[in-house]
């Protein structure tokens, strides 16, 4: 995954938003079940929601609402670059997940997260 494209492919707060339709008609199919969402991201949202808005507070809003629906997250932070701002971090932090960097990722961490999640 190391590899992978990121930044300024998708707007955030869309896609998440967009998940959150998605997980919502699965939890009608099957409410026994606790959707689990895992994100990668550099946090860099490029759209805003509406004309001169912060692309990146839309986006940490709408990880709030996956939080408030029960969604267990986990954010895959895929920034790169000396240049840091740790966005992927902050919208965890509004989803309520655990943020985990590309190096911390391995199955065996992946799955112990996925445990942890479905536990909660």
Do not use: I
Request: glycine share 10%; with cysteine; charged share 25%.
């Amino acid at each position: 995954m190391a590899g992978m494209r990121t930044g300024g492919r998708t707007p955030l707060a869309d896609g998440l938003l967009r998940a959150r339709a998605v997980l919502r008609v699965e939890r009608l199919r099957d409410p026994r079940r606790r959707p689990l969402l895992v994100l990668l991201t550099d946090g860099r949202a490029t759209v805003a929601a509406r004309p001169g808005g912060d692309p990146v507070a839309d986006a940490c809003r709408a990880a709030a609402l996956l939080a408030a629906d029960g969604v267990a997250t986990v954010v895959v932070d895929c920034e790169s670059g000396p240049v840091r701002l740790g966005l992927a971090a902050r919208v965890a932090a509004a989803a309520d997940g655990e943020v985990l960097g590309l190096a911390q990722l391995s199955a065996e961490r992946v799955a112990g997260v996925v445990r942890a999640a479905r536990a909660a």
